[in-house]
Nanobody, 124 residues
Framework: QVQLVESGGGSVHTGDSLRLSCVASGVRGIRHVMAWFRQAPGDVREFVAKISWNGANTDYLDSVKGRFTISRDNAKNAMYLQMSRLKPEDTGVYFC?????????????????WGQGTQVTVSP
């Protein structure tokens, strides 16, 4: 059974940085794509960043390009999101997601494994 556990969220101020981590279990030997989504109160869950199985392909939400960097370490079954120059509009619950395969799209329904989420709050 695949399980995803996020960590690294917190409360920061505009311009600060945070690094989110997601550790997967039950994925040994399974090629899988990983992604980050976020959801603010009252909003739909939105795509933030995605990384292919081998790390060669990444995609980002336009508003985070140049500020966020997604990476993964398959030896540790882990994925990371380095977030810099954070803004209040980055506030939300950040979810780790995964789906089997070498690459995938940006839509939440494509991902069938989800973590519980970690809260990120950015104050002015």
């Amino acid at each position: 059974q695949v399980q995803l556990v996020e960590s690294g969220g917190g409360s920061v101020h505009t311009g600060d940085s945070l690094r989110l981590s997601c550790v997967a279990s039950g994925v040994r030997g399974i090629r899988h794509v990983m992604a980050w989504f976020r959801q603010a109160p009252g909003d739909v869950r939105e795509f933030v960043a995605k990384i292919s199985w081998n790390g060669a392909n990444t995609d980002y939400l336009d508003s985070v390009k140049g500020r966020f960097t997604i990476s993964r370490d398959n030896a540790k079954n882990a994925m990371y999101l380095q977030m810099s120059r954070l803004k209040p509009e980055d506030t939300g619950v950040y979810f780790c997601a995964a789906v089997r395969g070498d690459d995938a799209g940006l839509a939440a329904p494509e991902y069938n494994y989800w973590g519980q989420g970690t809260q990120v709050t950015v104050s002015p």
